[in-house]
């Protein structure tokens, strides 16, 4: 943080005292206004990159990927992923930040229901800050229903919390276990917990983002609830984002897989397809309020696709991340199949394939649908994609788009002024401006008439 003072002096009216021949001030008084601000989220780097995780011989697995280097305190990693399998130990799988240099994925191994392990397509961005950006990480192992993190201290209103979690063999189905919720219950605690008392272990990174405004809350599906809703302080939809973690109490696939969005500007809306079990989620609502740009939307592939485009606007691939709305490294996804254990239909990634496309996948679609929620987060976005996009309305000018930006150069096109008293009308300096007369034989032109 940094402090700014502005000194003002004022020279109060006195009287004339005379001491020796100087002027004497009889009152002077100081003014010291003291400021604080902290500086702005300023992004310096984006890498993203596509790791498989391939069939292995049953035992953990652990993945790296070298990047270019960082500051992991000025870093936030973001993930998702697909697959399809029936097992949380090779189905669901946690990532961090290891130094400055590597991401490591971790898996658990496979409990032998499918034989090897399967494919895990993992998509991950690391998005770097020079300033404004504070990222404080760690692995938790959870071994009750309760867990608490000490952090250092940070600001609520402007922090969030990224989580995601792997589960050891053997474990075969998809229950309470097998899902985190995480939280912040104070400026120095961070509370990750499932609903067993077994042993689980999660990735977590605390992020304080100094153009951002936080909020957040708990709530509950119940049994038999397909959705429920929150009601939020007014927020920008253009600029917000919702995230969401959670714990079961029951057993399923589909109907322990969940996704969120905001509703309208002062609602959060959690859905699911299936029901059948209690689901205690934790939301949080991120509100930029720099540059930062949002686009969001929800999207079902129907029963055959196991891909789709899904068109976007105008975005900086340099500069924009794509999330689901789990906290974390989850699948952001829905589906309605029950006929086994299976999270496959509604597992996604969700990849920026080009400045107006983003591109969702699932490795299997068991003839359902499969829907997610997602935004595009633009921390530098551009003026411009197309020279369409930088029409000033002036037709003297030449509207141009290039590398982003709008650019308008004057040119010499013939042009209209609106003035009858003129013969031709030329651009010049990027002004329309006539010239001549275009009454004959002497008439005098009336521009009134």
């Given at each position: 943080m940094k402090a700014n003072f502005l000194a003002c002096f004022m020279l109060k009216p006195f009287s004339s005292l005379r001491t020796r021949g100087f002027l004497v001030a009889t009152s002077l008084v100081v003014f010291l206004v003291f400021t604080s601000s902290s500086p702005a989220a300023t992004l310096s780097g984006l890498q993203s990159g596509t790791l498989v995780m391939s069939p292995g011989a049953g035992s953990s697995q652990t993945s790296p990927v070298t990047i270019a280097p960082i500051d992991p305190t000025k870093s936030i990693l973001f993930f998702n992923y697909h697959g399809n399998s029936t097992d949380p130990d090779d189905g669901l799988v946690r990532g961090r930040i290891l130094n400055g240099t590597t991401l490591e994925f971790t898996r658990g191994s496979d409990s032998g229901t499918d034989g090897v392990l399967t494919d895990l397509t993992i998509y991950w961005q690391v998005a770097s800050f020079s300033a404004g950006v504070s990222v404080q990480r760690g692995t938790f192992t959870s071994v009750s229903t309760t867990g608490?993190?000490?952090?250092?201290?940070?600001?609520?209103?402007?922090?969030?919390?990224?989580?995601?979690?792997?589960?050891?063999?053997?474990?075969?189905?998809?229950?309470?276990?097998?899902?985190?919720?995480?939280?912040?219950?104070?400026?120095t605690n961070l509370e990750i917990i499932h609903s067993t008392s077994s042993s689980r272990t999660a990735d977590w990174q605390v992020v304080e983002f100094t153009n951002s405004s936080v909020q957040r809350g708990i709530g509950t599906l119940g049994s038999t609830d397909v959705f429920a809703t929150a009601t939020i302080s007014s927020v920008n939809l253009s600029k917000s984002i919702a995230l969401i973690s959670w714990k079961t109490s029951g057993i399923g696939g589909a109907q322990n897989m969940v996704r969120a969005r905001l509703d309208n500007a002062t609602q959060i809306r959690v859905d699911r397809e299936v029901t059948g079990t209690v689901i205690d989620f934790a939301w949080e609502v991120i509100e930029f309020s720099d540059a930062t740009t949002v686009q969001s939307g929800e999207t079902t592939l129907n029963s055959v696709e196991s891909s789709l485009a899904v068109p976007i606007v105008c975005t900086n691939t340099s500069s924009a991340v794509s999330l689901l709305a789990p906290a974390g490294g989850n699948w952001g996804g829905t589906h309605s199949f029950t006929a086994r254990d299976q999270i496959g239909p509604g597992m996604f990634t969700a990849i920026i394939t080009g400045a107006n496309t983003l591109t969702l996948t699932r490795a299997s679609t068991d003839s359902v649908t499969g829907t997610a929620s997602w935004f595009v987060v633009d921390f530098s976005p551009l003026q411009c994609c197309s020279a369409a996009d930088c029409n000033d309305g002036t037709v003297c000018t030449n509207d141009i788009c290039s590398d982003g930006f709008c650019l308008h150069s004057n040119n010499t096109l013939p042009c209209d002024d609106g003035l009858f008293c003129t013969a031709s009308d030329v651009c010049g300096g990027g002004i329309c401006a006539g010239s001549g007369d275009p009454c004959t034989g002497g008439q005098l032109c009336n521009e009134t008439a």
């Open positions: 608490d993190v000490t952090i250092s201290p940070v600001d609520l209103t402007r922090s969030f919390v990224l989580v995601s979690g792997s589960v050891a063999s053997p474990d075969t189905t998809y229950s309470g276990d097998d899902f985190f919720r995480a939280r912040l219950t104070s400026t």
